[in-house]
Nanobody
Framework: QVQLVESGGGLVQAGGSLRISCAAS????????MGWFRQAPGKEREFVAR????????RYADSVKGRFTISRDNAKNTVYLEMNSLKPEDTAVYYC?????????????????WGQGTQVTVSS
């Protein structure tokens, strides 16, 4: 089992920045690919970003490319999402995710472990 706990969400004005974190415990963190998903009210959960096991490969949704950066610190068992130039449409609950896949993309259906989510609200 892997336990994931997000932190760092909050309210920010449009154009602002926020960094959210996800601390993992349980099984060996570096064995898992990590990702972030988000879910806005009334919408399906969607992929935001993922990072491979050694942190050298990342992939982003088109909607956040160039604004968000995912990173991980395997020594601290933590994955981060740095969010810049935030827009009201970024408002959602952000979920940390872990999977054991080696595929190029990360999908909701393939996630092995989820965090409880952290709310990010961007005001206009």
């Amino acid at each position: 089992q892997v336990q994931l706990v997000e932190s760092g969400g909050g309210l920010v004005q449009a154009g602002g920045s926020l960094r959210i974190s996800c601390a993992a415990s349980g099984r060996t963190f570096s064995n898992y690919r990590m990702g972030w998903f988000r879910q806005a009210p009334g919408k399906e959960r969607e992929f935001v970003a993922r990072i491979n096991r050694n942190g050298l490969s990342t992939r982003y949704a088109d909607s956040v490319k160039g604004r968000f950066t995912i990173s991980r610190d395997n020594a601290k068992n933590t994955v981060y999402l740095e969010m810049n130039s935030l827009k009201p449409e970024d408002t959602a609950v952000y979920y940390c995710a872990a999977d054991s896949s080696f595929s190029l993309s990360m999908h909701v259906t393939g996630v092995d472990y989820w965090g409880q989510g952290t709310q990010v609200t961007v005001s206009s």
